[in-house]
């Protein structure tokens, strides 16, 4: 998630490079076009969620399977790249099932009534739910309660959280994520995330780990492999293995709140709580799919995958980030490689050769996110990481005159 994007160096070359792929995928989706001018007819836009809409219109799926996707047809395999969620990991702590989406408000609503506090510490680049975005280091337009939240302007800065979360009256919790996902899979260092703990505790409130999408990464979650020990961590995605789900946790005394025999507790209702189904798909994903030994296996092949990517792009204007099956990919006019929060990059994000790769990775047979996210598919075969390293390649290789630093 990042903000202020530029031009890119040598930007007309870019532009007509851009212009020409995007001609070219018009000419070669005739029938998603069509459905997708079927679509607006009955949805704002044709879209039912708008950060994954993609111009001059999306591609239309009819059909996947395993770490495949195929578009309208005439049939025309799309081999998979990383793209989807991997299955992922267990929880540390008491889970409470909810309704399907990120249990975002629930939890914060929790620490509010534990504390008797309304303040909430977040950071800069974070991503907690469609309601809690703070991709400009500031609540975005259609964050709830946006006066309640203080946003930290810089992630992986301990000395700088620890002062703005000792300087806030009347504070509730601080929202963290262990990695930040739709901020460009930046990693937050273990001294960063326990000094941050560390800081929330010593003011009294509650500290929360968000693991919606880095529960995948490690047997129990990245704050069991940190030893974060929150006092609230909020999971969901992949847990359902592949339905619906979404379900927070905590200690004891935070979750007490929502004992209904305890006078003045909080409701905690919705109409897919503790859903049969789900759970029962969940237990066996995680229990004969993603075992603890699958997972360890997993995110170590994503990492050497990730740091191939690097090599590959070493000395371009393209770079990485991420950890395991989490990767992010960065366009930037000086090719930043020393990621640790979303201002590094801040001013320097070149768009037009973004857009260009996505465009040219689907031409080379391979769905990524347009925003530049990359989740590992569990059982993507080795030789379809093999070419799409080989493509990053080829790419930067027909492009070294705008790629290249």
């Not at 990383?82 to 629930?106: F, G, V, Y």
């Not at 990059?345 to 260009?356: E, N, P, S």
Request: aromatic letters at 8%; one cysteine or more.
């Amino acid at each position: 998630m990042t903000s202020n994007p530029v031009l890119s160096p040598n930007h007309q070359a870019a532009q007509a490079a851009l212009a020409a792929a995007e001609a070219r995928f018009i000419a070669n989706n005739p029938l998603s076009k069509a459905q997708h001018d079927l679509a607006i007819g009955t949805l704002p836009g044709g879209n039912t969620r708008t950060l994954l809409h993609t111009s001059p219109f999306p591609l239309a799926m009819r059909q996947g399977k395993d770490s495949y996707v195929w578009d309208v047809p005439p049939p025309r395999t799309n081999t998979p790249t990383p793209r989807s969620s991997a299955r992922a990991s267990a929880s540390t702590a008491c889970a409470w099932p909810t309704r399907a989406p990120k249990p975002t408000c629930t939890r914060w609503r929790a620490a509010r009534h534990h504390t008797g506090r309304r303040r909430v510490v977040v950071f800069s680049g974070g991503y907690h739910g469609a309601v809690l975005g703070f991709g400009d280091g500031v609540p975005g337009v259609n964050a709830v309660d946006r006066e309640d939240f203080v946003v930290v302007p810089r992630y992986n800065d301990l000395v700088l959280a620890r002062r703005v979360i000792e300087g806030v009256e009347g504070l509730a919790a601080v929202l963290v994520e262990a990695v930040q996902g739709a901020g460009g899979c930046i990693v937050g260092g273990r001294e960063f995330l326990m000094g941050v703990r560390e800081a929330a505790r010593e003011k009294g409130a509650v500290f929360i780990l968000d693991e919606v999408m880095t529960s995948r990464l490690a047997p129990g979650g990245l704050g069991v492999e940190m030893g974060l020990e929150p006092d609230m961590v909020t999971l969901g995605k992949y847990l359902g293995g592949g339905l619906a789900f979404g379900a927070f946790g905590g200690r004891e005394e935070v979750m007490r709140v929502y004992d209904p025999r305890v006078p003045g507790s909080l409701p905690h209702s919705g109409t897919f709580n503790n859903n049969t189904l789900v759970m029962s798909v969940g237990k066996t994903a995680l229990g004969e799919v993603y075992t603890p030994e699958v997972c360890v296996e997993f995110n170590e092949k994503a990492d050497r995958f990730r740091e191939r990517l690097e090599g590959v792009a070493k000395g371009s204007r393209l770079s990485f980030t991420g950890k395991g099956s989490m990767i992010g990919l960065h366009f930037t006019e000086d090719g930043t490689e020393d990621i640790t929060c979303g201002e590094d990059v801040k001013g320097k994000t070149t768009q037009d050769l973004k857009d260009l790769f996505w465009f040219e990775m689907l031409e080379a047979g391979f769905w990524v996110t347009r925003r530049g996210l990359i989740a590992l598919i569990l059982g993507t075969p080795d030789e379809d990481l093999d070419q799409f390293v080989e493509a990053v390649g080829a790419f930067l290789e027909r492009h070294k005159a705008i790629m290249m630093l």
